[in-house]
T-cell receptor
Framework: EAQVTQNPRYLITVTGKKLTVTCSQN?????MSWYRQDPGLGLRQIYY???????DKGDVPEGYKVSRKEKRNFPLILESPSPNQTSLYFC??????????FGPGTRLTVT | AQSVTQPDIHITVSEGASLELRCNYS??????LFWYVQSPGQGLQLLLK??????LVQGIKGFEAEFKRSQSSFNLRKPSVHWSDAAEYFC?????????FGTGTSLTVIP
């Protein structure tokens, strides 16, 4: 089954404790992306990747890092999380920057 | 700068009534255009997309959307709403390698 998976689905952490949210797709897609969803703001793109070792900033990259060492994986790293990064995070993938398939989401709370 | 505007934060319609959700975008060229639906606690599902060609596009679940270049709009329509259509709807624009989402329209369906 074609899918995008994210782990963990729920995470509560404390300020400053480094965390990684994993994203994996099994569709051999080249394009992958991370978004955060906040009430009243819709989805905002954090980072995207056109292919292995090719990443670029989206609209709200501050406080986040990504890597793309393998085509299927695109982890999101928060080196020093802060409460304003409490949000719902979505990973997405597509063959090109077009129709995207979204993961189920990761709800992150930073206290 | 690119932007997507969904002017209606919340819409309530009766079951069986017609529906139109508005979307306007700001982009220098013709972008890729999308409508996604998000049910409570779920990820995003693609309803339909426009890349080029016929400006009236058909999607899943009986939805359609019309691209109007002169108005920079991509409004979503459905002739007869079902209770299961209650959800949040997002319009999105693909501009170059990035994506921009509207803030969403929440749809309530009353019997």
């Amino acid at each position: 089954e074609a899918q995008v998976t994210q782990n963990p689905r729920y995470l509560i952490t404390v300020t400053g404790k480094k965390l990684t949210v994993t994203c994996s797709q099994n569709m051999n897609h080249e394009y992958m992306s991370w978004y955060r969803q906040d009430p009243g703001l819709g989805l905002r793109q954090i980072y995207y990747s056109m292919n292995v070792e090719v990443t670029d900033k989206g609209d709200v990259p501050e406080g986040y890092k990504v890597s793309r060492k393998e085509k299927r994986n695109f982890p999101l790293i928060l080196e020093s999380p802060s409460p304003n990064q409490t949000s719902l995070y979505f990973c997405a993938s597509s063959q090109s920057p077009a129709e995207q398939y979204f993961g189920p989401g990761t709800r992150l709370t930073v206290t | 700068a690119q932007s997507v505007t969904q002017p209606d934060i919340h819409i309530t319609v009766s079951e069986g009534a017609s529906l139109e959700l508005r979307c306007n975008y700001s982009y220098g060229a013709t972008p890729y255009l999308f409508w996604y639906v998000q049910s409570p606690g779920q990820g995003l599902q693609l309803l339909l997309k426009y890349f080029s060609g016929d400006t009236l596009v058909q999607g899943i679940k009986g939805f359609e959307a019309e691209f109007k270049r002169s108005q920079s709009s991509f409004n979503l329509r459905k002739p007869s709403v079902h209770w299961s259509d209650a959800a949040e709807y997002f319009c999105a624009v693909g501009a170059g390698n990035q994506f921009y989402f509207g803030t969403g329209t929440s749809l309530t369906v009353i019997p």
